[in-house]
């Protein structure tokens, strides 16, 4: 099972030696290695930084050891940790000390392998070297990891985990508002109206409790129409959608835009129900129609025009949509995709044609 919490085994370690007989298996058991698809091991890492009672020195020490860096940027683990790594003077070799001291001090770790501790010491000397030749503060950093933990702990609908990032100062509104987004979705992935495989045993009631968390922490009670509906709607995630309107989103100030994405999503439940609370099906210049074709879908464009879409008045923007439409999480291959934008195009000729929709024509016909 996937959960941030992989990490309590480890802290019964007392050696970065004890860390590593453990770090492999445990990411394995609960699938959150390099190996498996993003981001289940930035979310591993994001835990253990952040939520593990080791020592900082063993912490920063595991991860400059054992962490994959092409999987996770070691960066984020200095800005949460380093300042008080640096609290502890720990002074480097001196074969060493005149190149790297420069950069802060040195980590009091041991290992029986020396090789491993030379490793790690010189690992800390060239992350800490990066953040020099950027020329970003570490303040920069520490604020980037907590924003980071803040998502993934909504990610989990981990509430503990919201208050520790929050009292951190983690922003809310970093990326976007990711955090509230992610929290929107839910147990949402894909339409599918089941726990999702990030926490199997969660259900929408726990991201609720997150989402009012975040209201509670001080985020802009208008993002919720503005960014919280959209990302409900992305996943067809009506459930969510009937909470936000329960809890003071101003469903009138986001519906249109949430009516596009869900048109773009193939959210066909969050659509009708975007309809029924007042949504306009002519917004923006007939957006949700070309939302519609961009998905190369012939369903979701006849359920858009039924609603009252206009192809007389957006045929333009949705011809254009047709010929550059990219759902690459629907086809991988561009050939297909050739195929399928011909399909569209002939299909909204026919419409335009004849006053109604059909099935678009397959090849040669």
Known sequence: MITPHWYLPLERCATLDDLRAQWSPLLERHGMGPSYEPPRYSDAMLAFIGACRLPARLRLAALLALGAAFDFDLRLALGALDEEIMLDEAPWPDSV???VRDNGSALRVESTDPWLTAFVAG???GVRGTL???GTRLETWRAAFWDAFLQM???????????LALRQGAD????GHEALAIAARGTHV???????EWAPQLANHDFQRILLQLLDGGLAADRLAAVALPAAASVDNSDMLEFLLAHGAQVEAGRDHALAVAAR???FGAFAWLLEHGADIHADGEA?????VETLDDTMVETVLAAGADLRAGGARAYRAAQEAEPYDLYSVEADLREKRAGMLAFLQRIERDGHASAPAGPGT
């Open 190 to 196: 894909h339409g599918i109206d089941t726990p999702g």
């Open 288 to 292: 949700v129609l070309a939302a519609a």
């Open 172 to 175: 809310a509104a970093a990326d």
């Open 123 to 125: 690992r800390l000397a």
């Open 97 to 99: 000390a005149a190149a």
């Open 265 to 267: 999503n193939l959210a």
């Open 153 to 163: 702990v909504c990610r989990h609908a981990w509430s503990e985990g919201v208050a």
């Open 132 to 134: 020099s030749h950027d």
